[in-house]
Nanobody, 124 residues
Framework: QVQLVESGGGLVQAGGSLRLSCAGS????????MGWFRQAPGKEREFVAA????????NYADSVKGRFTISRDYAKNTVYLQMNSLNAEDTAVYYC?????????????????WGQGTQVTVSS
């Protein structure tokens, strides 16, 4: 069983930055690919970023490329999402997820465990 707990969300002005954290439990956490997704009111959950279990490769949604960075700290069993140059369209609940079965994916159905989410609100 894997438990994921997100933190770091909040209210920020457009152009500002936030860093989200996702703390994972379990000895095998470091062997999982991890992803960040987000869901705005009235919209489907959408892919944001993902990182391999090695941390050597990552991919991003086009809408966040160049602004967001995903990373992981094995010593802390934590995955981060650094978000810069935020705009109102980034407002959503952000979720981290663990994929125990393979490479990181933009498809949420490939992920086995999910956190409870953290709210990010960007004021314009």
């Amino acid at each position: 069983q894997v438990q994921l707990v997100e933190s770091g969300g909040g209210l920020v002005q457009a152009g500002g930055s936030l860093r989200l954290s996702c703390a994972g439990s379990g000895r095998t956490f470091s062997s999982y690919s991890m992803g960040w997704f987000r869901q705005a009111p009235g919209k489907e959950r959408e892919f944001v970023a993902a990182i391999t279990w090695t941390g050597r490769s990552s991919n991003y949604a086009d809408s966040v490329k160049g602004r967001f960075t995903i990373s992981r700290d094995y010593a802390k069993n934590t995955v981060y999402l650094q978000m810069n140059s935020l705009n109102a369209e980034d407002t959503a609940v952000y979720y981290c997820a663990a994929n125990t079965g393979g490479l990181p994916s933009s498809n949420p159905s490939r992920y086995d465990y999910w956190g409870q989410g953290t709210q990010v609100t960007v004021s314009s």
